[in-house]
């Protein structure tokens, strides 16, 4: 079946710093795939997506790339603010797979001054 | 208003008592999901609706019972819950077509005590 693996959070950086968070994942196909982010207290907000291979989608400074090769869809960002704390959610959506998004466990990241 | 809404946004139940959520989107979507967000757990897809037909119960007790009565409007029935249903639950719409994202509600906050 379908899954998707983030990576171990929380992730504590700096303001400015820069951040990837790694998410690959298994699935049958050609998966659309996403970035979701959770902040405190609301539900989840669309972040980014990309639909086919070596796509980038970008949004607010985030950006990831969809890598057929290596199945993964890293989140980064350059620089990051204390605004961005937050959970981060990677996604798939599988074509035909019951029109349902499989999600990865969450990283959450804490950004300091 | 726009987007996926809501309500009630905080819910205390006792476990004898029966309550519903309910889910509006004004986003001209034809799939909505309910979802289960626990602490520490990764999200938990509970239902699908799409054109208003159910696809996907995963597996979920029957204390739990959806209803889609349009397009545009999805409920959660609750009866007889347990203290670990305690949880956020949140709602999502989506096209029914690839590659499109989910948006989501902001979510209900439910303790069971």
């Known amino acids: 079946g379908n899954s998707v693996t983030q990576m171990e959070g929380p992730v504590t950086l700096s303001e400015e710093a820069f951040l990837t968070i790694n998410c690959t994942y298994t699935?049958?196909?050609?998966?659309?795939l996403f970035w979701y982010v959770q902040y405190p207290g609301e539900g989840l907000q669309l972040l980014l997506k990309?639909?086919?291979?070596?796509d980038k989608g970008s949004n607010k400074g985030f950006e990831a790339t969809y890598r057929k090769e290596t199945t993964s869809f890293h989140l980064e960002k350059g620089s990051v603010q204390v605004s961005d704390s937050a959970v981060y959610f990677c996604a798939l959506k599988q074509t035909g797979g019951g029109n349902k998004l499989t999600f990865g466990t969450g990283t959450q990241l804490k950004v300091e001054l | 208003e726009t987007g996926v809404t809501q309500t009630p946004r905080h819910l205390v139940m006792g476990m004898t008592n029966k309550k519903s959520l309910k889910c509006e989107q004004h986003?001209?979507?034809?799939?909505m999901y309910w979802y289960k967000q626990s602490a520490k757990k990764p999200l938990e897809l509970m239902f699908v609706?799409?054109?208003?037909?159910?696809?996907e119960n995963n597996s979920v007790p029957s204390r739990f019972s959806p209803e889609c009565p349009n397009s545009s409007h999805l409920f959660l029935h609750l009866h007889t819950l347990q203290p670990e249903d305690s949880a956020l639950y949140l709602c999502?719409?989506?096209?029914?077509?690839?590659?499109?994202?989910?948006?989501f509600g902001q979510g209900t906050r439910l303790t069971v005590v």
């Open positions: 999502a719409s989506s096209q029914v077509l690839a590659g499109t994202e989910a948006f």
């Open positions: 609706y799409s054109l208003e037909e159910r696809v």
């Open positions: 699935a049958t196909g050609y998966p659309s």
């Open positions: 986003l001209g979507h034809n799939a």
């Open positions: 990309a639909t086919k291979a070596d």
